[in-house]
């Protein structure tokens, strides 16, 4: 391929940010943001769990319901052979992941049309009666008890923070005032609000909290989370194009670390980067994704636990709300940027438009074959050949800078991507190894994050328990006065 780890075929100029006196962080966030987006002395202070493949550190998982391109259709994608993780006859629920939409997971409340279902508000559900739906749907949908694939839960009717409820989701807050307001008549619409708040809040916690705990305790194997979680909200790029810089609003930090009843429950993180077709072969896609994968792994790194969650995102093939494939850069931009900055894996979703036709169905066989399963043979494979090679096998490589626009390709030089069919069979392999330079390269531009069980710069130390935690007090002393410059300037 035209892409090279260190140079990665592109060179676009990075936006700008901007800041005012009115959008600075609290000391606390900050100085969180100072320590873990950049890493201490070039890695994370804090272990992350083995990946669910052995020796695989970073996955791209299809969750496209194309199992109708073979069995209907007669195309077969070939999935497998690029390295693309699939459930057994590409289903969309199976052993290696499964999304519990609205529907599927126990009884979610929700307004419909202005219509109640399963009591509208978190508050005003059961959670008895939820809690015993959602095993029998558990029995249902993953049957076996050693399920260890994901376990994504889909809810994106409510938010669980009332200040995240705008929009189309302000009927929450509506309803919820209506609910105190039937009990307490009498009140001023100050104590009716407060009340409403409270009471919302609250119930969005029990209601989550409860969900992932019964999933948890019928699979314990899976990794429980929620898509769509964190988010940070950087949507604005249709405000002005021309000045997006991708950055998260200061605001939605907070909000996130307020969340941490979520994070230290969920057993991995599932953010999403979908892009729109605006945002096609630019620095303000690549931006848009870098700060939304950034804030997934602050917020991965700042649970209370003893080990960082997983983060798998969710992203595209196609661009957001069409048909339409990505270019190989944003191919780049959004699976090699997740992969760069230490994402556990990236998960593809699509609809069923992808096998509506025997039509689509070539038309999605031939953007793996030409232009996605390349690319994703070359990220897979130059992250394990990253982990094997600086991390020992422990651990898994990251960018050590995040903001610079380094990637983990197979260099060209050394390596080759080969594709042929041998006896019938469709086969895709790389031949070659790093190479001196490549190693060099490795180690100048990556870091490791080490598995349980090991530490070290290469995660070559082993270790039976807890977290490398250990932050020396030049670095702290350092990092305090990188803080102090930031905050004056």
């Known amino acids: 391929m035209d892409i090279s780890w260190y140079e990665a075929g592109y060179h676009c100029r990075q936006g700008s940010s901007s800041s005012s006196a009115a959008s600075i962080l609290t000391f606390s966030t900050a100085l969180c943001l100072l320590l873990i987006l950049r890493g201490a002395q070039g890695h994370p202070i804090k272990?992350?769990?083995?990946?669910?493949?052995?020796?695989?550190p970073f996955l791209v998982i299809w969750n496209i319901p194309t199992e109708k391109c073979r069995t209907h259709r007669g195309v077969d994608l070939h999935l497998n052979d690029f390295n693309i993780v699939t459930n057994e006859n590409e289903v969309f629920m199976g052993g290696n992941i499964t999304i519990f939409y609205t529907y599927q997971l126990g009884k979610y409340p929700y307004y419909e049309n202005n219509n109640v279902v399963n009591g509208g508000c978190p508050q005003n559900t059961s959670l008895n009666e939820h809690t015993r739906k959602m095993q029998a749907d558990i029995e249902k949908y993953?049957?076996?008890?050693?399920?260890?694939?994901?376990?994504?839960?889909?809810?994106?009717?409510?938010?669980?923070?009332?200040?995240?409820?705008?929009?189309t989701k302000a009927i929450y807050r509506e309803k919820s005032e209506e609910l105190v307001r039937a009990r307490h008549p009498d009140w001023s619409p100050a104590r009716v609000l407060k009340q409403a708040q409270s009471e919302f809040d609250t119930a969005a916690n029990k209601f989550m909290t409860q969900t992932l705990r019964v999933g948890q305790s019928m699979r314990p194997q899976a990794l429980w989370g929620y898509y769509l979680f964190p988010d940070c909200y950087n949507y604005h790029y249709?405000?002005?194009?021309?000045?997006?810089?991708?950055?998260?609003?200061?605001?939605?930090?907070?909000?996130?670390?307020?969340?941490?009843?979520l994070w230290s429950k969920s057993n991995a993180l599932y953010p999403s980067i979908y892009m729109e077709e605006i945002l096609k072969s630019s620095e303000q896609g690549r931006q848009f994704v870098r700060a939304r994968v950034q804030e997934a792994m602050r917020v991965s790194l700042t649970v209370d636990s003893a080990y960082a969650p997983p983060v798998f995102v969710y992203s595209r093939s196609h661009y957001a709300y069409t048909f339409n494939p990505m270019?190989?850069?944003?191919?780049?931009?959004?699976?090699?940027?997740?992969?760069?900055?230490?994402?556990?894996?990236?998960?593809?979703?699509?609809?069923?438009?992808?096998?509506?036709?025997?039509?689509?169905?070539?038309?999605?066989?031939?953007?793996?074959?030409?232009?996605?399963?390349?690319?994703?043979?070359?990220?897979?494979?130059?992250?394990?050949?990253?982990?094997?090679?600086?991390?020992?096998?422990?651990?898994?490589?990251?960018?050590?800078?995040p903001q610079e626009n380094i990637y983990l390709h197979l260099n060209k030089r050394s390596f080759k991507i080969v594709a042929r069919t041998d006896r019938g069979t469709f086969r895709v392999y790389t031949k070659g190894r790093l190479s001196f330079m490549d190693k060099r390269r490795l180690k100048s531009k990556f870091a490791c994050q080490c598995?349980?069980?090991?530490?070290?710069?290469?995660?070559?130390?082993?270790?039976?328990?807890?977290s490398d935690c250990r932050l020396d007090s030049s670095l702290f002393i350092a990092a305090l006065s990188s803080l102090i410059i930031w905050f004056l300037s």
Not at 150 to 157: C, G, K, P, T
Not at 241 to 260: A, T
């Open 238 to 261: 249709n405000d002005n194009f021309s000045s997006y810089n991708g950055r998260c609003p200061n605001i939605e930090f907070e909000r996130n670390n307020q969340l941490q009843w």
């Open 327 to 401: 270019t190989q850069i944003d191919l780049m931009y959004s699976i090699g940027e997740s992969a760069a900055l230490g994402a556990s894996g990236v998960i593809l979703w699509g609809s069923i438009e992808f096998s509506r036709t025997k039509v689509n169905c070539q038309h999605v066989k031939d953007y793996i074959k030409n232009t996605l399963g390349p690319y994703v043979v070359n990220v897979t494979k130059a992250a394990q050949a990253c982990g094997q090679y600086l991390c020992s096998k422990h651990g898994r490589c990251y960018r050590k800078h």
């Open 47 to 56: 272990q992350t769990m083995p990946p669910i493949m052995e020796n695989k």
């Open 142 to 167: 993953l049957p076996s008890k050693y399920y260890k694939g994901l376990a994504v839960i889909d809810w994106e009717e409510w938010r669980p923070q009332w200040v995240r409820n705008w929009g």
């Open 451 to 466: 598995y349980k069980g090991w530490s070290g710069k290469y995660c070559n130390q082993s270790k039976s328990t807890g």
